[in-house]
């Protein structure tokens, strides 16, 4: 009998859907609070044809499955074989042993002084994206323009990925990039698509065969647009893929290693011995992995931060002042970065309400007891300080939910508001999240890997977007929508694009 049949969770809307539908055809975390709202830190689910979850977002769980826990909560394996798709036998893939060595190797190249020394290369980037708005606006009626930012932001994320993961131009600022970066363009929302009640059903029934090596048989026999636009995209990559190793480990051998994060990773996997030295294969899916994983979610964090500028003026204001005060027209250094307090507090809000992935995915691997910060009543009664979890349970962890506790935040949790970092709002003590105590990044062994990558790099496009535009609201922001397609994109009620359209004006410099 499955242990998690006593916990308390909405009834099932259907047998075929449980209450996958009501909570995944929701805008990105709705599903989340309502449980949270009605159940507190811990719920359980129906899934499809009988399956069940059980859903968390209780700190001391939480703590407890990603950090003390190690390999023992491992990533669903339907959900394993559909990020196949996207980035290969990579380190997202990778489990247990293999993703230890692949990690390992990977490691050396995401530290905390080699992700300082890729800032020039993000303000650089940020500087040409702001060249090329200034351009625009300079060329319109009234200095001021309405902008699409995502697409922006995803262009210039994706060279900034180019250029400090691979050392490479990708051009994607100023003519779209190549056919491969065009490609890699919205490729987590194609692949991973906005729910529907077709794609969840079909998703969650792979469950049934409770194995990644079937559910990739099974893609691989499959014929549809999704499918077929995933094996293009690995077909253009894997050829740039292979030229970016060679040619890296050609400038390794004449001594020409460069500091970007591929020559690095390079350079480690050659010292590595043989064993766990990465193969050609796992180098090609490193790359697939990186280009992936460190370019959405950039691009959509940085477009969340400017919509929450826009909706709050003073905020917006109080940035550019500090900024403009640290910065003083000299080159950004990291330790201005570090004496801006107001930049750091709204960026790590930002991060809060709005976490580019919202859920990670397990299963226990064995049995095991789950200590719970907060007490549950059971169905029958029961008051739970810790809950039994049999092997083979499956787990939604909620970083919505998490990142919204009012016991961890303070009682407005669903307000935007930078304050809270400053004024002690924010509770201190366990710690269970790596940046903020946020789980934005998720954390413990399967953590994101370039969390200090992604926080220069935001810092840096902040800092130059605020100091000279403005960022004001539209008309269409009443149909926007946070939908949940791999990241959290904006999208328009009724449209399908991923979008975000601002007003983006030139910034008074008397300010
Ligand atoms: C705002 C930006 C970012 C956010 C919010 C973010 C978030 C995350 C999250 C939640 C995970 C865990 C996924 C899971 O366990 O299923 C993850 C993993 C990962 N991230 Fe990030 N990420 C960001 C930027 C980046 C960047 C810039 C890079 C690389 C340059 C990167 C590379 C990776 C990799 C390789 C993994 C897999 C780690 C592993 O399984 O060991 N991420 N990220």
């Known amino acids: 009998r499955s242990s998690i049949r006593d916990i308390c969770g909405p009834e099932p809307e259907s047998f075929w859907l449980g209450n996958l539908k009501q909570f995944f055809m929701r805008q990105a975390g709705e599903g989340d609070f309502e449980l949270q709202e009605r159940y507190g830190r811990i719920a359980r689910l129906h899934g499809s044809i009988g399956g069940e979850y059980l859903w968390v977002a209780d700190p001391k769980a939480l703590q407890h499955i ?19 798709l996207h980035s290969g ?95 890699y363009n919205n490729l987590l929302p194609m692949v991973l698509g906005v729910p529907t009640t077709d794609g969840i059903w079909k998703r969650d029934a792979m469950r049934i065969f409770n194995s990644s090596a079937i559910v990739e048989w099974i893609h691989d026999r499959q014929t549809n647009d999704v499918l077929q636009r995933a094996r293009e995209c690995e077909q253009m990559v894997m050829k740039v893929a292979k030229e970016l190793v060679s040619s890296k480990a050609e400038a390794l051998v004449q001594g020409k290693g460069s500091r970007d994060i591929f020559s690095l990773l390079v350079k480690a996997n050659a010292a590595e011995d043989a064993a766990s030295r990465l193969s050609d294969e796992e180098m090609y899916a490193e790359m697939r992995t990186i280009l992936l994983a460190g370019h959405e979610t ?40 570090d004496s801006m307090p107001y930049l750091q507090a709204v960026l790590r809000e930002v991060l809060r309400v709005h976490p580019p992935a919202i859920h990670n995915f397990r299963q226990a691997v064995r049995d095991d007891v789950l200590p719970l910060a ?135 410099y008397d300010v």
């Open 298 to 337: 950039t691009a959509m964090a940085l477009s969340w931060a400017l919509l929450e500028l826009a909706r709050h003026p003073e905020v917006q204001t109080r940035l550019r002042e500090e900024v403009r005060g640290c910065k003083r027209g000299e080159e950004l250094s990291a330790s201005a970065l």
């Open 89 to 183: 036998h990579g380190l997202v893939w990778a489990e247990g042993e293999v993703h230890r060595r692949q990690r390992k190797t990977m490691l050396p190249a995401f530290g905390a002084p080699e992700s300082k020394a890729l800032l020039p290369y993000f303000i650089h980037i940020s500087e040409s994206l702001s060249m090329r708005w200034k351009d625009i606006l300079l060329a319109s009626r009234d200095f001021a323009k309405e902008l699409d930012v995502t697409e922006w932001l995803s262009r210039a994320t994706m060279d900034a990925i180019g250029e400090a993961a691979f050392d490479c131009q990708f051009g994607a600022l100023d003519n779209g990039g190549s056919e491969v970066l065009r490609a």
């Open 66 to 84: 990603y950090q003390a826990s190690g390999y023992n909560y491992a990533k669903q394996p339907e959900r394993r074989a559909l990020s196949r």
């Open 374 to 508: 907060h007490p549950i009543t059971t169905k029958s009664g029961s008051v739970l300080t810790e809950l039994p979890i049999q092997k083979g349970t499956r787990l939604i962890l909620s970083i919505a939910a998490y990142n919204r506790d009012p016991d961890l935040w303070g009682s407005d949790p669903h307000m935007f508001d930078p304050d809270r970092w400053l004024d002690g709002r924010v509770k201190k003590g366990q710690v269970v999240g790596m940046y903020g105590n946020l789980l934005s990044f998720s954390a413990g062994v399967r953590g994101c890997i370039g969390w200090r990558f992604a926080i220069y790099e935001m810092q840096a496009f902040l800092v130059e977007l605020v100091s000279n535009f403005e960022f004001g609201p539209t008309e269409d922001l009443k149909r926007l929508r946070r939908e949940p397609c791999g990241v959290v994109a904006p999208m328009l009620e009724g449209e399908q694009a991923v979008q975000l359209p601002l007003r983006v004006s030139l910034a008074n």
